[in-house]
């Protein structure tokens, strides 16, 4: 349940509808505002089944166009995310990958083969919305409506205050769900003496992700289907979608202050001119600037060695000094996933490590001068294409990731240029950006090592201008 503030600004209640051309409705096939991106488990090839699809409000977004949530639920028993949602504007899907999930053009399962349309409430009831979202168990007569909301989710946390979208919909109106029960449905259970039926009075709270502020249409993930399949419906022409009047955010050149960097972009060499003059590796041996320098977890006589995922040379057009970047990343990331990765930048006098500290009992941080430790697998090495970037600047004339600038900035795996961040903004001060990795770029997920996966992980390796510090930040 709910348990953190309403914002009424970020609340939409929905009522049945009889119009045939609603945006909202649950039910039937999905109305693709872009082309079909039905969402498949990579576990068991399972098309996920299609609940319903809503239109979000032009205030809660940045885009420039029209975006559709198109809600799906699970049925495949090894994954156990039992929602997903799927975002999407007339040109392309938000979401970012994730290692659980494809994307396929067919024609999947829907939970009823008839639409029951809704239209937005010119104005909601708070006290509905409070008694559905934050009551533990519904009054007798109390009758649930469908409800879209954003709230802060991890509100236990005030560094990481991300948003998310709830969708609450009445179990009448999804009578197909099968064995997934509804929200309230267990606290009523709590204080009934006998397995209560479901009824009109409970309803599912499904929360989704990720955060639309943070997403812009530039990026699309599609992959095609690898089996034959239906043709897709045939989406509704532009005519028929809702428009609004609203404005949207626009980037004016002319009024921003604007800074530009190279930044290059890392792939597989193409050729035997690019594997002579490689820019990073993947895998294999790092070959040092300095001395060698391993990172481990040590207690008393114990060694735990990092594992050596890969090494980038990065430039800098003020000082013409060679500088490498090692990236490691600890086995036992996944229990500890906020301590596992560390980078060391050396040149060929020094070697400075990032922010680390070992919060394993009794275990400290050691380097050790080897070249022997585990690796991400064979040595895999990478080129780079460059490209130009820009951002704003804010008034203190930093990159201004708030931006709507930034939002264009390439996530992919690169070297320099500025940070293409896929959840809030984390830069440090007075920093900049030496190497970004994508975990969905091929050179890691074509890597041999049973289990490391750094799945839709995003790692941004900053250097400090006004101090040595090197700092490492991860986004998922």
Known sequence: MLRTAIDTNKVVTFSPSTSHDSPHFLG???????????????????PMTFIGQITIPRTWHRCQSDVIAFLFYNNDPQVNNEYYIIYQTSCSMLNSPVWYVDYQ???????????????????????????????????????????????????????????????????QYLPGLGNYAPTNYFDDLLDSDS?????????????????????????????????????????????????????T???????????????????STDSDTESQNPRAQFGGRPKWLHKAAWPALSIDD?????????????????????????????????????????ALVQTPDTSVPSNYEATWLGYQLTWHDTDDGPSLGSEKLV????????????????????????????????????????????????????????????????????????????IYIFECLDSDEVVVIWQC
């Open 28 to 46: 039937g096939q999905p109305k693709w505002l872009w082309q079909a991106t039905w969402p498949v488990t990579t576990f068991s090839n399972c």
């Open 383 to 458: 080129c780079s294409t460059y490209i130009e970037e820009r951002i704003a600047l804010t008034d203190e004339d930093r990159p201004d990731y708030d931006h709507p600038s930034a939002y264009k900035l390439s996530q992919a795996s690169k070297i320099a240029g500025y940070a293409g961040f896929i959840q809030q903004p984390q830069a440090p001060k007075h920093a900049r950006l030496l190497l970004q990795i994508d975990g969905n770029s091929e050179v890691i997920s074509n890597a041999s090592h049973p289990s490391i996966t750094l799945g839709d992980m995003v």
């Open 105 to 171: 053009q067919l024609n999947g399962p829907c939970f009823s083969n008839t639409r029951q349309m809704f239209t937005a409430d010119a104005l909601p009831c708070m006290e509905q919305v409070a008694q559905q979202l934050q009551a533990n168990t519904p009054k007798q007569d109390f009758l649930p409506q469908l409800i879209l909301t954003r709230t802060l989710a991890s509100a236990h946390d005030e560094y990481k205050q991300y948003y998310q979208d709830i969708l609450s919909i009445p179990a």
């Open 302 to 342: 114990a060694h735990i060695p990092f594992t050596f995922i890969m090494q980038c040379d990065v430039h800098d057009r003020e000082d013409t000094t060679p500088k490498r970047v090692f990236l490691f990343l600890h086995e036992n990331y996944l229990d500890d996933f906020d301590n596992g990765l560390i």
């Open 249 to 267: 955010s626009e980037v004016d050149d002319a009024s921003c202050h604007w800074e530009y960097r190279q930044a290059g972009l890392l792939h």
């Open 195 to 247: 397995r209560p039926t479901i009824d009109a009075r409970y309803w599912y709270d499904i929360y989704t992700h990720p955060r639309i502020d943070n997403l812009v249409d530039i990026c699309s993930y599609l992959r095609p289907s690898p089996q034959p399949h239906d043709e897709p419906t045939l989406l509704p022409s532009q005519s028929e979608l809702p428009t609004t009047d609203e404005p």
